[in-house]
């Protein structure tokens, strides 16, 4: 999943998209051609979609709170539930984004992909001092 955190920014604290630009700057990189870039435009924006339905989950679930805080008390199972929808959400995008990810590494040569290797590590290595 590196691949897919290199195609987001932290920054200060926060996840941003970087949209476009991280396209740009892994098919300049890696050098990629159109069907190559076809299929990491495609990573993104399943990706995107994906992110996107799971945000979409995030912000409906705020009526479940009146199933979870009543006047009878605290209703526990209505809790989990609660919590465990976006994680439900995330894991019905996640065959998607594998698929996405697995066919755009597949069409990379042996060097492009020790390159995208690289370029992951870097990133991680820069990013894993971020705490949140």
């Known amino acids: 999943m ?17 949209g476009n630009w991280g396209v740009r ?20 924006n399943t990706f995107e ?14 009526a479940m709170l009146d199933d979870i805080f009543t006047d009878n008390g605290f209703d526990r199972d209505s809790a989990l539930h609660y919590l465990n929808v976006p994680r439900l959400a995330f894991e019905e995008q996640v065959p998607a ?7 755009f590494y597949q069409c990379l040569n042996p060097q492009q992909q020790e390159q995208l290797r ?12 971020c705490w949140h």
């Open 97 to 103: 984004i594998i698929d996405a990810l697995g066919e």
């Open 118 to 129: 690289e370029l992951m590590r870097k990133h991680h290595q820069q990013h894993s001092r």
């Open 25 to 44: 700057r892994i098919s300049k990189k890696l050098k990629l051609d159109k069907r190559q870039q076809s299929k990491l435009s495609l990573l993104h």
């Open 49 to 62: 979609s994906g992110q996107s339905y799971v945000t979409d989950i995030r912000k409906e679930r705020s």
């Open 2 to 18: 590196r691949l897919i955190n290199f195609m987001h920014k932290q920054c200060h604290h926060s996840r941003s998209t970087m």
